[in-house]
Nanobody
Framework: QVQLREMGPGLINPSRTLNLTCAVQ??????????WNWIRQSPGRGLEWNGK????????DLNPTFASRASFSKDMLKNQVNLHLASVGPEDSGTYFC??????????WGPGTQVTVSS
């Protein structure tokens, strides 16, 4: 069974870069056939898929809405997948979830981490 846990700053100032971490247990982030997804939920916007990183290749696929500001990285020693979102604004506030996907289906989700963008 795969377990995911998101970590983030909680509160971040506008225009900064938001760095989020997904700590993974039960699956190596660099092998296998999962993709690691980041998804945001915010009032009024519902669920928004930010993008994903494919385990075995490291190739990323980003939602065009976020593509100019978002990037992924992974830490194989810590078995973590990270999302970096630059130039955040209040509209980037919400709960960010890490989730696995395979063959287009989401399977495992973390509990989410709340992010508030405010000065």
């Amino acid at each position: 069974q795969v377990q995911l846990r998101e970590m983030g700053p909680g509160l971040i100032n506008p225009s900064r870069t938001l760095n989020l971490t997904c700590a993974v247990q039960g699956q190596d982030v660099a092998t296998g056939f999962y993709s690691w997804n980041w998804i945001r939920q915010s009032p009024g916007r519902g669920l928004e898929w930010n993008g994903k990183m494919v385990s075995y290749s490291g190739v990323t696929d980003l939602n065009p809405t976020f593509a100019s500001r978002a990037s992924f990285s992974k830490d194989m020693l810590k078995n973590q997948v990270n999302l970096h979102l630059a130039s955040v604004g209040p509209e980037d506030s919400g709960t960010y979830f890490c989730a696995t996907s395979s063959a287009g289906l989401f399977e495992y989700w973390g509990p989410g981490t709340q992010v508030t963008v405010s000065s």
